[in-house]
């Protein structure tokens, strides 16, 4: 990394203008200890900030761009429909395509509604969820990440696991009383809390393979044991595949490891890079949202025309060339195994959990296996790993509790010079 005085520039003005001189708290670069770069552009998998500085992308904005920044037929996609319109408010085509084509893609998604955001697609499963149910407790996970609606905002990942506040200031204590969080991967726990609550429980939301406490593989029975209680007490089951849908196979989570869950939500991928998110599930539930039902929900920007766009086009790429997902996996594996044996050979305790694209690397030697055990990771020695890597030209995801993700557009030569650094950076630190 060359000089950054045009970053801090930025920075500075930056900050007079927006809380934490950002729009999203992780980009603010705190738990890292330093302050952020502005980035000026994205070619492939290398960015490139406002001082010129050239780096390996392996935060792809929080995992949207599988393949890669600025995909040419991604790029022409969006200039083409730029020139026909923006934005209608209207129905389209493309809304027709990008629904049948999720359809395609997650056989449990019979009807399909698009919105603008993660956060509006978990907001408004949950509220679907209540809707049909007729109940209204929640239960998710500590350290699941849904975005960042009120009642989803407890014991949270993320930004606010990275920032020591889980629980957001604003949530009222009477809106928290109807989340009731358990630990993942412990099937145990959610036994008893079915015992207890039965058939108070409107919906179990979960991360199938947790991202946002880092990457966090579900134990063996756990999914299937949320499959078993819902089912038994009437209550639904959703699965937030906003970083797994189309990141983990072509048809996410549920595909890989065989579970059908009764809502799914999705977001970063099915944009393509622009701002979208959808819920979908049974016809007979999704039948409840307006104007075929009472559960309210709408936007004037949903089914945007641009996202449809972008995100249509990625799905077409993904879907018409299956060998992206072998490749992704052959390379995120010799990337892993590249970054355990440049800590190995140091005697550096790592835990490093990958499924495909996705992996974190913990400063913890003990496993990682929910909330708990990764807090125990050493966060002021990832802070001294990410500034290493990044004066090297590596940019990993800045906080610990993240996931560094691939794209197929990172070459065998670009993890190669990854873990080049990477053995390097370990040297630092003996
Ligand atoms: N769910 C999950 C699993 C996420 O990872 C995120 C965002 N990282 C969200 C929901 C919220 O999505 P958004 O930031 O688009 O609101």
Redesign the pocket.
Known sequence: MGDNMKSEELYMRAKKVMPGGVN?PVRAFRSVGMNPIFIKRGQGSHLWDEDGNDYIDYVLS??PLILGHAHPDVVSAIKKQSEMGTSFGACTELEVLMAEKIKQALPSIEVIRMVN??????MSAIRLARGYTGRNLIVKFAG?????SDSLLIKTG?GALTFGIPDSAGVTKETAKDTIISKYNDTEMIKAIFDRYDEDIAAVIV?PIA??MGTVPPREDFLKALRELTLKCGALLIF?????GFRVSFSGAQGLLGITPDIT?L??IIGGGL?V?AYGGKEEIMRYVSPDGPVYQAGTLSGNSLAMAAGYTTLKILSENPNIYEELERRAEKLCRGLKESMEHLEIPVTINRVGSMMTMFFNGQGVYDYDSAIKSDTNLYAAYFREMLKQGIYLPPAQFETFFLSYAHSDEDIDRTIEAAYKAAGTFK
Not at 117 to 122: L, P
Not at 144 to 148: D, K, S
Not at 240 to 244: A, L, R, W
């Open positions: 999203s929080w995992g955001s993660g956060t509006e697609a978990t699941c990440y849904h975005g960042h993320s991360e991202g946002n937030d595949e906003v970083i797994t939500t977001g970063k701002p998110g």
